[in-house]
Structure formats: C-alpha cells, structure tokens
C-alpha cells in the first residue's frame, strides 16, 4: 500500500471473509412461510382459520375412512365388521360394494365376457390421442388416430367389420372430388361439393356397399346393443365423440360468427344463441322423444348417437364464444399483416389467426371440456346408465347394498376427477410450451 493511499484512507481491507449462511428467517422452510402463510396479520388469520377448519374435517371424517371395510358381501356384514373391530356405535365406509360392484361402474350392463373390447378400445384411444398431445411423436401414429373412429366403433358396438369400411369409402370420395375441384381451378366450391357428395354418399350408398361387402366377404364380431352401455364406458363413449366433434364444429361456428356475409354470421349467431340459452337438458329430451319424428318411418336412430349429436352442439356453441374471444384478442396488425403478405382468408386463418388465438383460448376450451365431460352424468334423464346416478342406483337397489350411500359416490367423484385433472395438467403443460413469446 502505498503511503498515499494510507494518508488518505483509513482502512482497506486485503483480503475477502468467509461467506455467511442467510439469517434463519431468510431461508428454507421459514423463509416458505413467512412469505407463503405468515406474511401478514391478515395472511396469519386465514393460516389459522384454514388449519382449524382441516383439522375439524380430519377428526369427523378420517375415522370414517379408516374404519372402512373392504371384504364384505353385504351392508349388514360391513356393520357388523365395524363393531367388532372398532366397538358399538363406530361407524366406517363399506368400501367392500366397490370390491363386489367395480365391474358395473364402469362397463356398465356390457357384457363380462366382451370386457376385453372396452379395455382394448380405451388403450388404443390413449394410443391415437398421443400424437395429436404430444409432437415429439413419430408422425407415423396419425396413422392409428384416423383409423380410431372405425376401429372404436366396430370394438364397441360390433357388428359388420365392413360397416367402418363403407363410412370410410366416403371420405375417400370426398378427398377425391375436393382435390379434383381444387385442380380444376374451382377452389371455392371444392369444399362445398366435396362435403355434398360424401354427405349423399352416406345417407344413400353406403348401406349398399356394406351390405354387398358382406355379401362377398362375411365378417363381423358380436354385437353389443346400446342399452348394455353403461358406467363409465358410457360417460368416456359420449364424452370423447362430442370432444372431438365440437372443437372443429365451434371454430367454424366463431369464423361464422366474425364473417362478413351476412347469412353465414346471421346463421352461427342464430344457432350459437339459441344453444346457449337452452338447458341440455332440454336438448336431450329432443334427442331422446323428438328427433325420430322428423326422420323416415321405420328409421332407428341409435340413442347414443342422438345424445352424442346434441351434446356436440352444445359444446360447439360454447366453445364458439371462447374462440371468439381469442380472435378478439389479437391485435389488428395480425390480420393486416396476413393481409399485406396476400394471403387469402383460409391460409390466413390457418397459418397465421387461429394459432394465436387457439393458443390465447386455451384455459376456456380445457374449461368446456371439462365441463361436457362432467355433464354425461346428464343421459340418465333420457334412459341411460351413467356412473354417477344410474349405475349407483342400480348398485344400491340390489337387497345387499340396501343402504350404501356415500361409498359409491366417492368412488365415481374420485375417476372423474382423475379425468378431469388429467385434462387440467396438459392443458397448462401446453401453455408452457406454446408460451413463445416470453423466452
């Protein structure tokens, strides 16, 4: 050091000390909650509150809980074990009506030798759901999720192999026809005249075309009737179908509603009105007494297929104003951009519009979803077996569960909501991903 330096300041220190650990209160476990519980004295009054509150719920249900009983072939033998082990007047669940019952919470009246066709069914639509959740994926797999429809169905319902097969012909016929147009210059009318011509191909050849199919090469597999579904296939069944109908059906239905023709905005506005302010209930009722009256005589009109019908409007009408919303969302220089790189209107949707404001709709599309599936629990008013009230009810009518109450409810309440916060996480797992804009 020079003396310079030492006449003019006072100390200076050579060399650094030691780094020191954070204060207790600034670190671990009472830093989380100080700042999480504790950081204020209204923050300190609700802590306690709530701890109170969890603690009055564990001493009034935990012993319930606790004391169930899991063998059983009864009520009386559920009660009778609960006083034996735990005294007169102890009380517990008799989760032992789930052991003997399982099978009809969630196949319902399907039958037990056909179990392997519902199971198969459930893996392969996690299997086709994959690629479409997850890019990473090798691209090959869309393969099995165009297939899954078909396959779906026939696993389900059973019946003629070549049932599938003719319903797919249609769609062959449409590609070909609309890429046909495309060619020929007439790109505004390809998807109108495919989309008419696959719709009169269905509704007049395909039954024909099956029917010769068979003819040539009999194949088919047992069929199951759809008053045999029941439970949770019956709930998955609805609530898959009108998911993967509605979202396609809501986007047009928001396009529709921001279009500038004036029937096309007239017709979505209409419809997307008229769903939202009439009751499923009400919608299902339709399905159930009064489609068959505006179809042909002698026509049957499967009943799932009805409720899945109007279960999608309804959900495709929500779903509308939620990407509606999203499309408000984005700035106007989106759209001018797309406009100055002279897209036309599809490409400029598809490529540019709707990824945003799919990607800003997120939380209210998961939000629907969530929603319709819960609301399956809803066919039981037009004759069928859902998990929830009319599997239960046909649980606790048998002499033996005469009494049960709370099990089984819990037990349906616990699987939808294993579904439900399936569909929550991935919904925010693919915000995180698509959350571009913030990295």
């Known amino acids: 050091m020079s003396d310079t330096h030492a006449e003019t300041v006072p100390y200076v220190r050579e060399t650094m000390l030691p780094q020191l650990a954070p204060p207790s209160s600034q670190a671990g476990a009472v830093k989380w909650l ?6 204020g004295w209204f923050n300190t009054l609700l802590t306690v509150l709530g701890a109170l509150v969890l603690v009055w719920l564990a001493v009034h249900f935990l012993p319930w809980f606790l004391h169930g009983v899991w063998n059983a072939n009864s009520v009386a033998e559920c009660r009778e074990a609960i006083a034996q082990a735990w005294g007169d ?6 989760w032992a009506v789930i ?18 066709r519902p199971v198969l069914a459930l893996v392969l639509l996690f299997a086709a759901l994959a690629p479409v959740l997850f890019p990473s994926l090798p ?18 319902w059973g019946g003629s192999f070549w049932f599938p097969v003719a319903v797919y012909l249609g769609f062959v016929i449409g590609y070909v026809v609309f890429t046909s147009l495309a060619k020929a210059g007439q790109a505004l009318l390809a998807p109108i005249l495919g989309g008419l011509v696959v719709l009169l191909y269905w509704l007049f050849l395909s039954g024909p075309v099956e029917r010769a199919l068979e003819a040539v090469i009999p ?39 921001r279009s500038d023709m004036l029937l096309v905005k007239a017709l979505s506005v209409g419809f997307i009105e008229f769903i939202r302010g009439v009751p499923l209930i009400t919608l299902l009722f339709t399905a159930s007494l009064l489609l068959n009256y505006f179809l042909p005589p002698g026509t049957n009109f499967d009943i799932i297929l009805r409720v899945v019908i109007m279960v999608t409007f309804f959900s495709a009408a929500y779903i509308a104003e939620v990407i509606r919303g999203g499309l408000a969302a984005l ?12 897209l036309d209107y599809w490409k400029a949707m598809r490529l540019i519009i709707l990824p945003q404001a799919l990607k800003i709709s997120i939380p209210g599309i998961v939000s629907t979803f969530i929603g319709l599936f819960k609301d399956t629990t809803l ?28 099990e089984p409810f819990i037990f349906v309440g616990l699987i939808f909501f294993i579904f439900n916060f399936a569909m929550s996480r991935y919904s925010m797992h693919l915000e995180r991903r698509l959350r571009r804009e913030h990295r």
């Open 139 to 156: 691209r090959g797999m869309m393969a099995l999720t165009a297939l899954y429809p078909g396959l779906g169905y026939l696993l389900l």
């Open 331 to 342: 700035p106007r220089g989106q759209y001018e951009a797309a406009d100055a790189l002279g």
């Open 34 to 39: 100080r700042e999480n519980l504790f950081s």
């Open 219 to 257: 194949l088919s597999i047992q069929s199951v009737p759809s008053n045999a579904f029941g439970g949770f296939v019956l709930s998955i069944t609805i609530g898959v179908a009108a998911i993967a109908l509605s979202l396609p059906m809501g986007i047009l239905l928001a396009l529709g509603r």
């Open 99 to 116: 052991r003997e019952r399982w099978p009809q919470f969630l196949f319902g009246f399907y039958p037990s030798e056909l179990y392997w």
């Open 89 to 94: 007047g102890a009380t517990g669940a008799c």
């Open 379 to 406: 066919v039981i008013f037009v004759g069928l077996l859902d998990p929830l009230k009319g599997i239960t009810d046909a649980v606790r009518a048998s002499i033996e569960w005469k009494g049960v109450y709370w």
